[in-house]
């Protein structure tokens, strides 16, 4: 320990015994048990108590009838959990009646503080911690303990009644495991008593009337199987799987969802997935459960490696079934191949149908996330959403192994269920079964339900589908994009789907068009972009900027889309809303510009009234956006596309990168908001890259081209803007621009290290503006540098300790344990106010 931690303790220890005292806040509590346990994990809880007897006499003066806090209460039997976890200290503590008297019966459990919430929920903590060893163990059974845990799994808290769920198993896993785990039986009745009195109760449970009884066996069970990986799980389960069978006899099952989630811990444990009895309790949940209910377990099954293929079949079943129902009730059934074809189980009857809409619309949407989950399984890792985000990025990431996808998988019954239930969202279903008349009223105007399901209508984009099936999707997606119902999250949602298959109808390798009907449906919707551009919401203004921005990244090569987007109002749109009065909508029109721009799309206006007036160039106008906007997300807007331009090539650049970066910088060093000073440092360090190569271990820069890009970069004063930033007072910066300075170095010292330190220029003026920069005037700048002075003052630096600063938390001093223990002394004035580390 600390020796000024030492000095504090006694102190600290004084306080909290006080009923006097004003009680520690929660959290100062928690950072003080925090620190206990590192300092006992790190070395001897004996020596530490020996060390410091102020701690002892803590714990005992909590046995003392008096008024105590239940507060520091629980914090002292955290405490004496911590130090005991350590057998010896176990047994120090033994010696004198501690322990008994703070978990037994004459500490608080026979006391009015039991009352308190906080007491159990520190008794049990305490305990949990200490349960580490044989010693802990026969304490427990000798004391109680074991029927008072029972007690608090019913107990009123959900906090104290789960954490005595988790103690139960962390008895059990200490009675069953150690040195003789390899000799334990299979058979329950030949475990230890401890575990055996554990596996009774749990029995006890699991044939109890009470639901509640049984929900906290099942609770212990699952948080077992799925923490707990011994031999003697495997005789658990063997003891208690026919009394969880069992439930299922019951009606209604009790439990459902902890059962679900005991079963599918189960099924991910590597000692029990082997069971054949777990596979058929499994498919008998499946079918006596609500679908519902079943979905959760359903959607698992699917997900696991080692699974018997008829449950495979049964659970995709069940989760198809609200889709199916679906055709069912708009009279598409017949006209589709059988969505349930393969597929244990029938068809839902109308009957079957929830009666309430909240349930409905409950059981659709779980419907639709769970077969969006499936997508890895079939070849599209990502929702729409997602999807269309990835591909705006620009990339690609290889999904991780999956396992055997659902087959057959009915790529189109889901399409056509799909756009059904679209079409009875927003009224344009005309159903003629009492069915579908109560899924249209149920359904009509339901936000949730469109959000959900156009978000699997875009992952669905990945697979194939039948012609007319696909004119029908975009058909769909057109009329949501052009409904004024539509609102702002669904336009949203409808712009990604149509990216989506958009991008998935591009015609095959070879060509660099559309399809024909994809290039039909691409000049209705840029004519629904140009509305939607002009509406009154900021929100949807944004959205459609942002279906352009990643419309025009993947599409803006090809010969259709550019001959559309040209013939439309859309680019001169996209223009205007720079000077858009929502900084939101400025920001996506900056990224759209820049888009455009790069693949030349933002020709300039053919109105007459346009004709006699210069028309700016993208760059300027952007510039002007970096230079007079007041809001920060569309200046950071701005960078990112400077910076990707400058790395791209981008013609208006590329004439005179050097004055381009020049005019950037000076912008950006003068910015107020930190994110953009960033984005001009990364724009700095493509710079450098254009210049100097790519960062590597080989790949350091000969001596006349760094001489060459040295000196523009000391044009660009791009050295005045990273030494400046490297003091500023945004961490962030400071640490873009030490980055950005090492790497320099890295391509800089290598070709310049023979130069001996005397024989350098004087750079006295430009370490003592760093100084000042450092203490923070920032007003005087550095003027001219000459190369050579860069690289000395390069050489002198210890960017490496920088950076090493940097990457501490600001309030690394803050959290140490000595200023814990003063701020917690000086709250009840023991310290003088020279001493608080009052930050």
Same mark, same amino acid.
């Given at each position: ?66 008024? &105590? ?17 350590? !057998? ?86 200490l009675a069953l495991c150690g040195p003789a785990e390899g000799h334990i039986s299979l058979q329950a009745w030949d ?148 969505? &349930? ?66 087959? =057959? ?69 057109? !009329? ?43 000049? !209705? ?24 921005? @990643? ?24 223009? @205007? ?124 820069? =000969? ?46 010292? =290598? ?39 860069? &690289? ?7 960017? !490496? ?39």
């Amino acid at each position: 320990m600390d020796p000024e931690c030492a000095r504090l303790l006694p102190a600290l220890c004084d306080v909290l015994a006080d009923p006097r005292q004003p009680v520690a806040d929660d959290t100062c509590l928690e950072k003080l048990l925090d620190w206990f346990k590192a300092v006992t994990e790190a070395g001897s809880s004996l020596l530490l108590l020996q060390d410091h007897p102020c701690l002892v006499e803590l714990l005992f003066h909590v046995l003392k009838p008096q008024d &105590l806090s239940s507060r520091i209460l629980s914090f002292v039997l955290r405490l004496a959990g911590i130090f005991a976890a350590q !057998e010896n200290c176990f047994q120090y503590l033994q010696q004198g009646e501690l322990l008994p008297g703070l978990f037994g019966e004459p500490g608080p459990l026979g006391a009015a503080a039991w009352a308190a919430p906080s007491v159990r929920s520190g008794w049990i903590q305490g305990l949990h911690s200490l349960a580490q060893h044989p010693s802990a163990l026969r304490f427990l059974a000798d004391s109680g303990a074991v029927d008072t845990i029972f007690s608090l799994q019913g107990d009123p808290s959900l906090f104290v009644a789960s954490a005595a769920g988790q103690l139960l198993v962390r008895v059990l896993d200490l009675a069953l495991c150690g040195p003789a785990e390899g000799h334990i039986s299979l058979q329950a009745w030949d475990w230890p008593a401890c575990a055996r009195k554990i596996v009774c109760h749990l029995e006890d449970c699991l044939r109890s009337e009470a639901t509640p009884r049984v929900t906290q066996a099942l609770h212990v069970l699952t948080t077992a199987f799925g923490h707990c990986h011994g031999l003697w799980t495997q005789g658990l389960w063997v003891q208690l799987s026919p009394l969880v069978a069992r439930l299922l006899e019951k009606d209604p099952v009790p439990a459902p969802h902890a059962l679900v989630d005991l079963l599918l811990s189960v099924a991910r444990s590597s000692m029990l997935s082997s069971d054949p009895g777990l596979w058929e309790t499994a498919a008998q949940t499946l079918s006596r459960l609500s679908p519902t209910q079943a979905g959760p377990l359903a959607a698992g099954i699917l997900k696991l490696q080692d699974c018997p293929q008829a449950l495979r079949i049964q659970a995709f079943g069940v989760l198809l079934q609200p889709l199916a129902f679906v055709l069912e009730a708009t009279a598409q059934a017949p006209g589709m191949p059988g969505l &349930l074809e393969g597929a244990a189980g029938d068809l839902m009857a109308v009957d079957t149908l929830p009666p309430s809409k909240s349930a409905c619309v409950g059981l659709l949407c779980s419907a639709l996330a769970h077969l969006e989950l499936l997508q890895p399984l079939v070849g599209v890792a990502r929702p729409a959403s997602a999807l269309a985000a990835g591909l705006a990025a620009g990339t690609d990431a290889p999904t991780p192994p999956q396992p055997q996808r659902p087959s =057959p998988w009915p790529q189109a019954p889901l399409l056509a269920a799909v756009v059904a239930i679209l079409r009875l969202c927003n009224g344009s279903a005309a159903p003629n079964s009492e069915a579908g008349g109560r899924l249209c009223a149920m359904l009509g105007g339901c936000v949730r339900v469109q959000r959900a399901a156009l978000d699997f209508l875009g992952v669905l984009s990945q697979g194939l589908g039948p012609q007319e099936l696909v004119t029908q999707v975009f058909a769909i997606l057109l !009329e949501y994009l052009v409904s004024p119902d539509s609102s702002p999250t669904v336009l949203k949602k409808a712009f990604q789907a149509t990216l989506c298959w958009l991008l998935s109808s591009a015609a095959p390798p070879g060509c660099c068009d559309l399809e024909p009907y994809a290039q039909l449906v691409l000049g !209705e919707l840029l004519s629904v972009l140009r509305k939607r551009l002009c509406s009154p919401c900021w929100e949807v203004r944004d959205s459609g900027l942002e279906f352009l921005t @990643q419309m025009t990244r993947h599409q803006g090569g090809q010969a259709g889309f550019r001959q559309a987007l040209l013939a439309s109002e859309v680019p001169e749109l996209t223009r @205007q809303l720079l000077q858009d009065p929502e900084s939101y909508v400025r920001a996506s029109a900056v990224a759209a510009v820049g888009q455009l721009s790069s693949w030349g799309l933002l020709a300039a206006p053919s109105s007459p009234e346009h004709a006699a007036t210069p028309q700016k160039t993208p760059l300027e106008e952007l510039l002007l956006v970096l230079t007079t906007d007041s809001e920060g997300f569309p200046r950071r807007a701005v960078m990112r596309v400077f910076t990707e331009w400058l790395r791209d090539g981008y013609a208006d650049v590329a004439e005179d990168p050097e004055r381009f970066v020049a005019r950037v910088l000076q912008a950006a060093s003068g910015d107020l908001d930190w994110e953009v000073r960033v984005q001009g440092l990364e724009l700095a360090l493509a710079f450098l890259e254009q210049l100097l190569g790519p960062c590597g271990p080989s790949a350091v820069a =000969p001596p006349g081209a760094l001489a060459q890009a040295l000196q523009a970069l000391c044009r660009v004063q791009l050295f005045e803007f990273a030494f400046r930033s490297l003091f500023d007072c945004d961490r962030p910066v400071a640490q873009k621009s030490c980055d950005l300075l090492l790497f320099l170095r890295a391509k800089a010292i =290598p070709s310049s290290n023979s130069q001996e330190a005397g024989d350098g220029p004087d750079v006295t003026s430009v370490e003592a503006a760093l100084r000042r920069w450092q203490a923070g005037e920032q007003g005087q700048p550095l003027g001219e540098l000459a190369p050579e002075a860069v &690289l000395a003052v390069l050489r002198s630096m210890d960017l !490496e300790a920088l950076q090493d600063t940097l990457a501490e938390s600001s309030d690394h001093v803050e959290r140490s344990p000595q200023s814990l223990l003063q701020d917690m002394l000086a709250t009840v004035g023991v310290l003088g106010d020279n001493e608080a580390d009052c930050y």
